[in-house]
C-alpha cells in the first residue's frame, strides 16, 4: 500500500508540473501581498476556487516563473484516501528528489487544492512555511473542515482570499460582453444591452458552471449545490440532529432574500408546526449556514454590541440566482436580487457592512466602512420614475446623511438616467455601472 502511494504522489507530482493551465474566466479577486503568509481560499462550493488557484499558477508562469518551480497538486483523488499527515512529506521530498537544484535555492510555489481532506495537513503547511523556501495557497470546503476554518487552523500563519460567485463583470467577462467603455459613453443600444444583461444576472446569478444553462438545468444545480453543501458543510460536519428543521430554514432564508429575521421569529414559526427546535439551536444552524457561504448575514449599524446583538440582522444569499430557487411565490423578486448583488460587491470590496436605522425609523439598505476609510450609505431601489418611490428613498439617506456627514450618500437604481431632481448630498448612480466598479459622476 505504501508503495502505491508513493507511485500515486509521483504520477501526480509529475503531472502537477507539466499540466497546463485549464483557462476559465478570469477572476478579480483580491490577494493580500503580505510575505510569509500561506493563503487560504475560501468561499461557498462550485464559486471557482481550483479556477483561481489555476489562474494564479498562470500568473506566475506569464511573470517569469519556469514551470517546474510552480506545483499544483490535488488531494481529490482515490489513490489517497487514507492518506495521513505524516504521508505528505513524501509530497516535498518527491518534488525535490525530481528538482533537487531547486531546495534551498529557488522559490517554490505549492497550490494544494482539497488538502484538508488529510487529517493533520496543518501541521505540515507550517512546518513547511518554517523550513522550506516555498509560497503555498491553499483551497478547501468539505465535510471535514469548513472553508474559513482553513484560515484558523493555520493559528494565524494564513490569510483568507474570498472567492465569491461571478460578479455582474466577470459574467459579462464570461458572456464575452464585457464593456469596453463607460456606460454613460455607451450607445443607446449597448447601454440597453447591458440593462438586460443585468436583469439576467439577478435572475440566474453568479455560478460558473451555471452560466447558460437551460432554466430546468439551472434551478436543478443550483438546488444541488445547495442540497450538497447542507449534506456536508452543516449536517454531517456539525452532527445535526434535526435535518428537517434545518432545511425548512435554508428554504426560508433564501427564499427570503434580504428579510429581517430574529432567532425567536424561527424559534415561534418550528414551534406553530409541532417541530422541537431549541433557540439555541436555531442559532447555531444559521451560524453554520453562514460559516458554509451559503448565506450572509448583515446586523444594525451601532457604536453599541448589545444593540448589534438585540436588533434583527439581514440576510442574503451567497448568490442572487438562488432566490428564484427557493421563493415559490410568483412576485418577483428583482430588488431583493439586487440588494443582494450590492452586498456581495460590497463584500469583494472589504467592506465592513451593516444596515442603518435613523432616529425617525427609515431604513438604509447598507452603511459601508471601506478599508482606505471611506463611508458609504447606500440605498438600492429598482425604479425611480415614482415621484412617491423617489420621495422614500431619499429621505432615509437624507436624514441618515445628517447623522452621519462623513458618509457619502448613495442612490442605486435599474435606471439607466438619473432622477430629475434629487435632495442636496445625495448621489445618484445606475446600479450596472456601480456593479461594473465605474466611479460616480
Request: charged content about 25%.
Amino acid at each position: 500500500m505504501e508503495g502505491e502511494l508513493k507511485d500515486a504522489i509521483r504520477e501526480k507530482i509529475i503531472h502537477g508540473l507539466s499540466a497546463l493551465p485549464p483557462g476559465g474566466t478570469r477572476r478579480e479577486v483580491h490577494v493580500p501581498t503580505i510575505a510569509g503568509k500561506t493563503l487560504a481560499v475560501i468561499g461557498m462550493r462550485r464559486s471557482g476556487k481550483t479556477t483561481f488557484l489555476w489562474q494564479r499558477l498562470e500568473d506566475r508562469l506569464q511573470a517569469g516563473d519556469p514551470r517546474e518551480a510552480l506545483l499544483y497538486f490535488n488531494f481529490e483523488d482515490d489513490r489517497l484516501a487514507g492518506m495521513h499527515a505524516r504521508d505528505l512529506h513524501q509530497i516535498i521530498e518527491t518534488y525535490y528528489q525530481l528538482h533537487p537544484g531547486f531546495r534551498d535555492q529557488r522559490l517554490v510555489r505549492l497550490y494544494l487544492d482539497e488538502i484538508q481532506l488529510v487529517p493533520g495537513w496543518e501541521s505540515f503547511v507550517r512546518r513547511l512555511m518554517d523550513t522550506e523556501k516555498v509560497e503555498i495557497m491553499i483551497t478547501g470546503s468539505s465535510a471535514r473542515l469548513l472553508s474559513r476554518e482553513i484560515a484558523t487552523s493555520m493559528r494565524g500563519r494564513a490569510l483568507e482570499v474570498l472567492v465569491h460567485p461571478f460578479s455582474f463583470r466577470e459574467m459579462l467577462r464570461h458572456r464575452g460582453s464585457e464593456p469596453l467603455k463607460p456606460l454613460a459613453q455607451l450607445p443607446k443600444a449597448a447601454a440597453s444591452t447591458l440593462r438586460r444583461h443585468l436583469d439576467d444576472y439577478l435572475a440566474q446569478g453568479g455560478f460558473p458552471e451555471a452560466q447558460g444553462a437551460a432554466t430546468r438545468d439551472h434551478e436543478a444545480l443550483l438546488r444541488s449545490y445547495v442540497d450538497v453543501a447542507m449534506l456536508r458543510d452543516v449536517i454531517e460536519r456539525h452532527s445535526v440532529s434535526n435535518p428537517t428543521a434545518l432545511r425548512w430554514l435554508v428554504r426560508q432564508l433564501l427564499g427570503n432574500a434580504a428579510s429581517s429575521f430574529t432567532a425567536q421569529k424561527f424559534y415561534d414559526a418550528f414551534k406553530s408546526q409541532g417541530i422541537a427546535v431549541a433557540k439555541d439551536t436555531v442559532h447555531a444552524y444559521i451560524a453554520h449556514l453562514e460559516d458554509a457561504f451559503l448565506i450572509r448575514t448583515v446586523s444594525l449599524h451601532s457604536g453599541s454590541e448589545r444593540q448589534r446583538m438585540v436588533n434583527p440582522r439581514k440576510v442574503y444569499p451567497v448568490d442572487p440566482g438562488l432566490i428564484p430557487v427557493f421563493d415559490h411565490t410568483t412576485r418577483k423578486n428583482t430588488g431583493h436580487a439586487l440588494e443582494t448583488a450590492v452586498l456581495l460587491e460590497l463584500e469583494r470590496l472589504g467592506a465592513r457592512i451593516g444596515y442603518l436605522r435613523t432616529t425617525s425609523g427609515y431604513e438604509v439598505d447598507f452603511h459601508a466602512a471601506l478599508p482606505g476609510g471611506e463611508i458609504w450609505l447606500i440605498q438600492v431601489c429598482v425604479d425611480l420614475g415614482s415621484p412617491d418611490t423617489l420621495e422614500r428613498e431619499t429621505r432615509a439617506l437624507v436624514e441618515a446623511g445628517q447623522q452621519h456627514p462623513q458618509a457619502r450618500c448613495l442612490l442605486l437604481s435599474m435606471d439607466l438616467t438619473a432622477p430629475s431632481k434629487l435632495p442636496p448630498g445625495i448621489q445618484w448612480q445606475s446600479a450596472a455601472s456601480w456593479l461594473l466598479g465605474e466611479p460616480t459622476a
